[in-house]
């Protein structure tokens, strides 16, 4: 939800195990696809689950609170 912003927009970054940042995914919709071929170089192969970071952008706030999850895929 735009939620008072002139347009939607997110980040979400997709983490090691250990919370670094291996690569960020931009979106202007509340969903986000990350490319087989991102997870291949990533990770080396399929990894059956996946932690990531997700935060709304902001045109006066910048990048919002995220919130983290480990996804089972």
């Given at each position: 939800?735009?939620?008072?912003?002139?347009?939607?927009?997110?980040?979400?970054?997709?983490?090691?195990?250990?919370?670094?940042?291996?690569?960020?995914?931009?979106?202007?919709?509340?969903?986000?696809?990350?490319?087989?071929?991102?997870?291949?170089?990533?990770?080396?192969?399929?990894?059956?689950?996946l932690?990531?970071?997700?935060?709304?952008?902001?045109?006066?706030?910048?990048?919002?609170?995220?919130?983290?999850?480990?996804?089972?895929?």
């Open positions: 939800m735009p939620l008072a912003e002139d347009r939607e927009a997110y980040e979400v970054d997709i983490l090691t195990n250990d919370g670094q940042v291996l690569r960020t995914l931009s979106s202007d919709q509340p969903t986000v696809v990350y490319p087989e071929t991102e997870e291949l170089a990533d990770f080396g192969g399929p990894v059956s689950s932690c990531l970071s997700v935060a709304q952008l902001s045109a006066t706030y910048g990048r919002g609170a995220s919130t983290k999850r480990c996804l089972h895929v």
